[in-house]
């Protein structure tokens, strides 16, 4: 599997990010991008989501067979923006993804990111450590081919983080395509580095 990026050029609004940005993202090599705040390090993975159109340039996706196909039904985007309803209890929201998704939730992985005991509770009572956790959930219950994951750290305590470097791990291993955005000294065997 491979995705390609082929001479990106990205604005926001009126303001200029980068132009004639070219990679390409492969399985078993996760792609770590990182750059300042305002680099286009979001904008990015928006734009690879099929969320924000570039002014130019071309993102192709080519599965294992090495046809070129649609990618966007298997990219699963987590952002600044959660994606949870802050009205919905926890075992609500998970509820509403499991039927969305056809799958159902481990309930291992409640425990280990401690918010089995929150099952009851509105989201909107949760810290923003709780709520990102269970955004992530999405993401993981999904198991979608391509994870674009926007700082998936932030806010997370440091057990929570070593359970979501342990998932990402086995999304990597199982050759699937991901990349991360990130601020922290987040590490990954065979990882490629992209600067903004």
Known sequence: MKLIIDNLHLERGDKFLFKNLSFFLES???????????????????SIAGLLKPVSGNISFFNETDEKTDYLHQCNYSGHKLAIKNELTVQENITFWGRYYKKEINKDLLIKLKLDSLSDISVGLLSYGQMKKLSLIRVFLAERLIWLLDEPMVGLDSESQIVVKKLIEKHINLGKLIIITTHTDLKFGNQILLSL
């Open 28 to 46: 078993y090599k996760p792609i770590i991008v990182r750059g300042s705040n305002g680099s286009g390090k979001t904008s990015l993975l928006r």
